[in-house]
C-alpha cells in the first residue's frame, strides 16, 4: 500500500506543477511520470508546496530582461511590427498568492491561487495580470480505492514562438477533471478518468483558435514486487472548434475524434535508476479534410538517474503529435529529445541544468492543400541554466539564464533569444 499512496501523491504533484507552469504554444502535456526535473518547461518553473495541514500565504517578485521580446528575425521585422525597431524590454513581476494542504482522515485536498502583475518597460501594451488557481481533491474510499478530482484555470499572455505582434495576446485554460483507481489484487489495478478543458483567446484575430475538449480514458495496471509498474491504457478525445478559420471563401473547421492505445510502463530498473515510457497507436480523424488524418505511433520515454544524494539527472525523448493553438495548421508532428540535471551544492544552493530540441513537422496537417504550409516547418532549441538559493525555509532566490532559438527549415525567418531573470519568493 505504500506503493500505491506514493503514486497518489505523485498525481496530485502532477497537477500543481502542471497548473503553475507559464503557458507556452508548444508545450505538450507532460507525462504522468515522476521527473526529478522539469524538462518540459525551460527555465525552472518556481513550484509552490506548501506543508502538510497549512495554509501558506506568499508573495514574490522578479525582474526579468528579454533581447527579443517578440521573436523576430531582426530588427527591420521589429519596424514591420510596429516596436520601433526595438527587440528587447525589461520585464517587472509581482506576484501574491496562497496555497494549502489539508488533510481530513484519508481524504487530501489542495489548493493553489496567485495573481502575477507583469509590467513592460519598453512595451506597455503587453503589460498584463497572470491568474491562476487549481484545487484538487485526493478521494480515498477505503484502502483499495481512490482517484483526483479537480479544477484548474489559468489565464495569461500567450509566448511569442508562432505569434509575433505587438499586442497582448490573452489566452485562458480551464479544466474539470475526475479519475479514479481500484487495486483489485496486490498486484492489478484498473483505472479511468474523464477530464473536460477550454482554451480561447480574447484577440479577435486569434478565436478560431478556441476550442474545447472531452477526454476519456480506462487503463489497467501490473504492479511488480520489485516497484516496477507495466500497464495498458486506452483513451478517446473529443475536440471541437467552434469558430472555423477562412481560407478565401473556404470555411475550415479543425474538430477531430482521436482515440489511443498505449502501453505505460514505469520500470525501477535500480535503486538509483527509474525508467518511464508511455507509447503507442494514435489515430485522429478530421471533421473536414481527411488528408489531415493521422495514424501512426505516438511515443514518449524518459529516465531519472540519482548517482548521488546530491546529484541527479533526467533524460527523454518523444515522437508525437502535438496541437499548436497559434498557428494556423491543425497539428505537428514533433520529434525532440531533453536534458537536464540538478546539483545540490550545498544545503541551500541548488544548480539546475536544462536543454529540450523539438523539431516541428507540419507537412501532414498542411496536406490538404488549404490554410498551412510547409514553411512553417521548424527547430526550437531551448536551454537554461537556473541558480536556486534558499536563505531560510520561507525565503527563496532563483537567478536564470537561458537561450532560445529558431531555425526554419524552409524559409528565412526564424529568432534567437537571450534572456536573464532574477526572482525572489517569501512564504509566510
Known sequence: MKKFKRRSRLMQARWQVIFLLPMCSCLTALADTSDLVPTEVIPLPDIIMPPADAISPYVGYGVSYDDNVLRLQNSAAAQQAGAGGHL??????????????????????????????????????????????????????????????????????????????????????????????????????????LE??????????????????????????????????????????????????????????????QDEIKAKIDWLLTAK?????????????????????????????????????????????????????????????????????SWQYAEKLRLVGQYKYVKRDFSQSSASGTIGSLDQNDVLRDAALTLI???????????SGRRSTQVLAHSSGGYVSNGVMLNTRYTF
Open 88 to 193: 528587447s524590454d525589461v520585464v517587472r513581476r509581482a506576484q501574491f498568492g496562497l496555497a494549502l494542504d489539508k488533510s481530513i482522515s484519508q481524504q487530501h485536498f489542495t489548493v493553489n491561487v496567485n495573481v502575477a502583475k507583469n509590467e513592460y518597460e519598453r512595451f506597455d501594451q503587453l503589460n498584463h495580470l497572470d491568474k491562476n488557481a487549481s484545487a484538487n481533491w485526493n478521494w480515498h474510499a477505503g484502502n483499495h480505492v481512490e482517484g483526483n478530482a479537480g479544477v484548474t484555470y489559468s489565464q495569461g499572455l500567450t509566448p511569442f514562438i508562432d505569434f509575433h505582434l505587438l499586442q497582448a495576446n490573452i489566452r485562458t485554460q480551464e479544466s474539470a477533471y475526475v479519475n479514479g483507481s481500484w487495486l483489485f489484487h496486490p498486484s492489478w489495478r484498473v483505472r479511468a478518468g
Open 196 to 257: 473536460h478543458s477550454k482554451l480561447w483567446y480574447d484577440l479577435a484575430s486569434q478565436q478560431t483558435s478556441n476550442n474545447t475538449q472531452n477526454q476519456a480514458e480506462v487503463g489497467i495496471d501490473y504492479l511488480a514486487a520489485s516497484g516496477s509498474t507495466v500497464g495498458l491504457q486506452l483513451r478517446h478525445t473529443r475536440a471541437d472548434f467552434p469558430n472555423p478559420q477562412q481560407d478565401g471563401a473556404l470555411s475550415v473547421f479543425n474538430g477531430y475524434n
Open 273 to 341: 535508476t527509474r525508467l518511464h515510457f508511455l507509447g503507442g497507436w494514435v489515430g485522429r480523424k478530421q471533421d473536414a479534410f481527411s488528408s489531415r488524418d493521422f495514424k501512426g505511433l505516438n511515443s514518449r520515454i524518459s529516465a531519472d538517474w540519482l548517482p548521488t544524494e546530491s546529484l541527479n539527472f533526467t533524460v527523454a525523448a518523444w515522437r508525437e503529435i502535438g496541437a499548436v493553438d497559434d498557428l494556423s495548421t491543425v497539428y505537428s508532428l514533433n520529434h525532440g529529445a531533453s536534458v537536464a540535471s
Open 389 to 399: 538559493y534558499q536563505p531560510t525555509l520561507k525565503w527563496q532566490w532563483q537567478l
